[in-house]
C-alpha cells in the first residue's frame, strides 16, 4: 500500500486512503482512526463486490486483516469481513474467514453461532454441519449465555428431522447453568415421555429402576403388568430429571447475580467501569471456590475478552492456572496472548512475569528475547534493564550482569536518567554480589558528574554509604563519606527543592541518631540550607541560578525525568479498592 495507484479507487478515494493509512500507522491503538479506514476501504469503487478490480480487493483484505491483527476479538468485525467475502469469491473464503476469527475469539458465542448458521446454509453433508457444531461446543457450550448457539444447533436437527439427536441434545443441556435453562428442560420432558426406556437412561441405571420397581411390588404384596412397571420406572426417571433440572436451576441461581451485573460483555477498547472489575473479581472467586476447572476456565475465557487490556486480569489468570496440576502450556499460552495481543508493551510487567516463568521452565533463550523484546521498543525501561541483568547473574554470573549494564550505558538510545540507575545497579551488584564495597564506591564516585542531575543516582548512593557497617573508630570516617554525597548532590545536581530536602531529612536524622560532637553544627547547617527563608537558603537560591556554589535548577520537563522513581511492577500490586468510582483506568 505504497502509493495512491495501488487503492484501486479514484484518486480521491485512493488520497483518502493514504491519509487514513498514514494516521494509523502513526497511532496503531487509536480504534477511531482504524474504522474511518475500514469504511473508506469498504466503499471504494461504489461498493466492493465480485467485480471490482483486485487493488480494491487488496486493500480491503489488507486493512481488515491489519485490522484484526490488531484487535482479533472484535467478533462483529470478523462477521462482516466473512460476508463480504462470501459476496466477493464465495463460501470457501468466507469459512477461511470464520476459521480465523472463531480461532483468535474461540469463546465468542455470537461468532460460533454465525458460523454454524453460515455452515447450515452453504453445506449439504450433515456429519460436517454436526462436527462444526460439536468443535462450537466444546468452545462455547458451557457459557451462561450460549442459548443463542443450543437453539442453532437444535435448529439444525429439526431440520434434518434427527428426532434422537433432539432429543440428545436437550440431554446434556439440561445440565448446564444457562440463561435460559427452564425451556430446555421442559422441551426435553415432552420428548421423554415418547422415548424408549433404553434411551432415557443407561442399562446399568434401567435395570437398578426395574429391580427398585419390583422390590416395591414384593413388599406390597402386589403382581405387577410390564405395563405398570414401566409406567412406575418412568416415574423414578423423571423424577432424577427433574432433580436435575432443580440442580441447574440451583447452579444457575448462584450466578444469576454476577450475570446480571455485566454490563458490556463483549471487548471494547474503552475502559470499564470499577464496579464491573470489581463484579467479574467477584465472580472468579465464586467459580474458583465451586472447584469445577471447565467452569472456571470458560469464566476466565469470558473476563478475558471483556477485560483483555488490563493487565491485572492476565495476572491472575496466569496465577490460577498455575496453580492447577500439569498446566504449564496452558499458562505459557495466557502468558503469550497477553504478551503478544493485549497488554500493551508500555506495561511491562506481565511480559516480565512470562520471561520468569520460561527462565523456570529452562527456557533461558526465550526469557533473554523477551527482554530484549521489550528493550527495542522501550529502551529506557530500567524495570527492564535491571531484570535482564539479574537474569544473567543469576545464569552465567556477575559478568554477565554487568555486560547487560555496561552495554545498556554505551547505547546511544539510552537517556541520561536511565544510564544513571544502570551505573547505581552496576555498584550494587559490586558491593552485594562481589561484595566489593571500594569498586561499588569508585562506580559511584567516577560518574558523580555525568549522573549529577537524577535522583536516582543521589538517592542509591546515599543509600549504599548509610548502609554500610562501622563502629566507634571508623565513624568519624564513615560520616565523612555520606557527608561528601551529600554535600556534592546539594552542590553539582539540578534537582528541586523538594527532593533535595527529602535526601535532607535523611541526612539529618544521620546526624543526630549516628553523628559524634559535632554533628549538630552540621545539622543546623543543613537545616537552615534547606529549609530556612529565602534569604539565608542556599537550596532555595537555585531556583533563580547559580549563586554560592549553588547550580540552578532544571526546567520542568527535564526535571519529571530526572526525578522520576523506578518500580518493579509487583512493587505496585495493591488489593483493589472495591468501592472506587468511574472508569478504572488500564494503567
Known amino acids: 500500500m505504497g502509493d495512491f495507484n495501488n487503492y484501486g479507487g479514484t484518486d480521491e478515494e485512493n488520497s483518502e486512503i493514504a491519509r487514513l493509512t498514514a494516521d494509523v500507522e502513526a497511532d496503531t491503538d ?119 448457539f443450543w437453539d442453532k444447533y437444535l435448529e439444525y436437527e429439526t431440520r434434518q428431522e434427527a428426532h434422537d439427536k433432539i432429543f440428545d441434545i436437550l440431554k446434556r443441556v439440561i445440565h448446564i447453568p444457562m440463561h435460559q435453562y427452564a425451556r430446555y428442560y421442559e422441551r426435553f420432558r415432552q420428548l421423554a415421555h415418547t422415548q424408549p426406556l433404553e434411551e432415557l437412561v443407561s442399562a446399568e441405571e434401567l435395570a437398578r429402576y426395574r429391580a427398585e420397581v419390583e422390590g416395591e411390588a414384593v413388599h406390597l404384596g402386589l403382581q405387577k403388568t410390564e405395563l405398570e412397571v414401566e409406567r412406575d420406572i418412568r416415574g423414578k426417571i423423571d423424577q432424577f430429571f427433574y432433580l436435575t433440572f432443580q440442580n441447574t436451576q440451583t447452579e444457575t441461581t448462584k450466578r444469576w447475580t454476577y450475570e446480571a451485573e455485566i454490563k458490556r460483555p463483549y471487548f471494547h477498547v474503552t475502559e470499564l467501569d470499577h464496579s464491573q472489575l470489581a463484579n467479574w473479581r467477584k465472580y472468579l472467586d465464586f467459580e474458583e471456590a465451586e472447584g469445577d476447572y471447565n467452569r472456571i476456565v470458560v469464566l476466565y475465557e469470558r473476563c478475558m475478552v471483556t477485560c483483555a487490556l488490563y493487565d491485572e486480569m492476565w495476572f491472575r489468570y496466569a496465577r490460577w492456572m498455575a496453580g492447577q496440576e500439569g498446566k504449564g502450556e496452558e499458562v505459557r499460552n495466557i502468558y503469550l496472548r497477553a504478551a503478544t495481543l493485549f497488554v500493551p508493551i508500555s506495561r511491562p510487567g506481565i511480559r516480565l512475569q512470562f520471561a520468569y516463568f520460561e527462565e523456570v521452565n529452562d527456557r533461558v533463550d526465550r526469557a533473554r528475547a523477551i527482554h530484549e523484546a521489550v528493550l527495542d521498543i522501550l529502551p529506557d525501561s530500567v524495570e527492564t534493564i535491571v531484570s535482564w541483568a539479574n537474569l544473567e547473574r543469576r545464569q552465567a554470573g556477575l559478568d554477565a550482569a554487568i555486560e547487560v549494564l555496561r552495554a545498556q550505558i554505551a547505547s546511544p538510545t539510552v537517556s541520561i536518567y536511565t544510564k544513571a540507575a544502570c551505573v547505581t545497579e552496576w555498584a550494587t551488584l559490586l558491593w552485594k554480589v562481589k561484595g566489593s564495597v571500594d569498586e561499588a564506591r569508585a562506580a559511584f564516585s567516577k560518574d558523580a558528574d555525568a549522573y549529577a542531575d537524577s535522583r536516582h543516582f543521589w538517592q542509591q548512593w546515599f543509600d549504599f554509604e548509610l548502609q554500610q557497617p562501622t563502629n566507634s573508630e571508623m565513624e568519624t570516617k564513615h560520616l565523612e563519606l555520606v557527608k561528601r554525597v551529600f554535600t556534592q548532590m546539594c552542590t553539582k545536581s539540578r534537582l528541586s527543592l523538594g527532593i533535595k530536602q527529602e535526601l535532607g531529612r535523611i541526612y539529618m536524622n544521620y546526624l543526630q541518631n549516628r553523628g559524634g560532637k559535632e554533628a549538630m553544627k552540621d545539622f543546623l547547617d543543613v537545616d537552615r540550607q534547606m529549609f530556612g527563608p529565602r534569604s539565608v537558603s542556599l537550596a532555595a537560591k537555585a531556583k533563580d541560578g547559580k549563586e554560592n556554589g549553588v547550580v540552578p535548577e532544571l526546567d520542568p520537563t527535564s526535571r519529571l525525568k530526572a526525578e522520576g522513581r523506578f518500580y518493579n511492577y509487583y512493587e505496585l500490586h495493591a488489593d483493589p479498592d472495591e468501592n472506587a468510582q468511574g472508569l478504572a483506568d488500564f494503567n
Open 30 to 148: 487509536n480504534f477511531e482512526n482504524w474504522e474511518k479506514l475500514i469504511r473508506a476501504c469498504e466503499s471504494l469503487d461504489g461498493g466492493l463486490n465480485r467485480n471490482s478490480s483486485p487493488q480494491a480487493l487488496a486493500t480491503l483484505r489488507n486493512s481488515y486483516d491489519r485490522f484484526l491483527l490488531k484487535f482479533p476479538l472484535l467478533f462483529g468485525y470478523w462477521k462482516k469481513y466473512a460476508d463480504l467475502e462470501f459476496n466477493i469469491a464465495g463460501p470457501e473464503s468466507a469459512e477461511i474467514v470464520y476459521e480465523r476469527g472463531c480461532a483468535s475469539i474461540t469463546n465468542s458465542v455470537d461468532l460460533w453461532t454465525e458460523y454454524c448458521s453460515f455452515k447450515m446454509e452453504t453445506t449439504h453433508i450433515p456429519h460436517l454441519v454436526r462436527e462444526l457444531f460439536e468443535r462450537a461446543a466444546t468452545h462455547i457450550g458451557l457459557d451462561f449465555l450460549s442459548h443463542p
